[in-house]
T-cell receptor
Framework: DTAVSQTPKYLVTQMGNDKSIKCEQN?????MYWYKQDSKKFLKIMFS???????INETVPNRFSPKSPDKAHLNLHINSLELGDSAVYFC???????????FGPGTRLLVL | GENVEQHPSTLSVQEGDSAVIKCTYS??????FPWYKQELGKRPQLIID?????GEKKDQRIAVSLNKTAKHFSLHITETQPEDSAVYFC??????????FGAGTTVTVRA
């Protein structure tokens, strides 16, 4: 019974396309995150939502637009995909400010 | 913002030996320090964490220590086993929703 889930697991697409990644958590947490992990394995926060409100936006290009329809879901839409967007995108969730963050399985995005 | 540095970037140990990974942080307001293990192709998973009111914490073969004055913390894995091979990340958090990660340490346990 999956705690944090993401779809799709793999995404291969052409430059210039628009794509979305979805995340859901069934832990009852109030805070959700998107991270990007590049080819060197570095984990960088992109966005954080608390109770459906944007808390952190870490200088991410405005081609990336997160959306949280409710506390259990956080989606990421990416417009005009570029080669440099190729990475693994992880969703995570936590309860409150300093709660432990639990990660989803990741979405491996490859832009050709 | 918070800056977390992690060393070494790679670590190769003989099975049964110990592995030590060290991290430093810049913001004295940071008060929560988790460690994540990421196996190849998998998600990061929390293995142990420590809060600023504690100096050391141990869970079986894994221990973490924190020196608030020096702003550094470290992970110790004793009696390493092949399944300990993974990338390990330290992180620092100051209660503002933002977890700052180190660059990761690739640990290889040689049989």
């Amino acid at each position: 019974d999956t705690a944090v889930s993401q779809t799709p697991k793999y995404l291969v697409t052409q430059m210039g396309n628009d794509k979305s990644i979805k995340c859901e958590q069934n832990l009852g947490h109030d805070t959700m995150y998107w991270y990007k992990q590049d080819s060197k394995k570095f984990l960088k926060i992109m966005f954080s939502y608390n109770n459906k409100e944007l808390i952190i936006n870490e200088t991410v290009p405005n081609r990336f637009s997160p959306k949280s329809p409710d506390k259990a879901h956080l989606n990421l839409h990416i417009n005009s995909l570029e080669l440099g967007d190729s990475a693994v995108y992880f969703c995570a969730s936590s309860q409150g400010l300093s709660g432990t963050q639990y990660f989803g399985p990741g979405t491996r995005l490859l832009v050709l | 913002g918070e800056n977390v540095e992690q060393h070494p970037s790679t670590l190769s140990v003989q099975e049964g030996d110990s592995a030590v990974i060290k991290c430093t942080y810049s913001d004295s307001a940071s008060n929560y320090f988790p460690w994540y293990k990421q196996e190849l192709g998998k998600r990061p998973q929390l293995i142990i964490d420590i809060r600023s009111n504690v100096g050391e914490k141990k869970d079986q073969r894994i221990a973490v220590s924190l020196n608030k004055t020096a702003k550094h913390f470290s992970l110790h894995i004793t009696e390493t086993q092949p399944e300990d091979s993974a990338v390990y990340f330290c992180a620092a958090h100051k209660g503002d929703y933002k977890l700052s990660f180190g660059a990761g340490t690739t640990v290889t346990v040689r049989a």
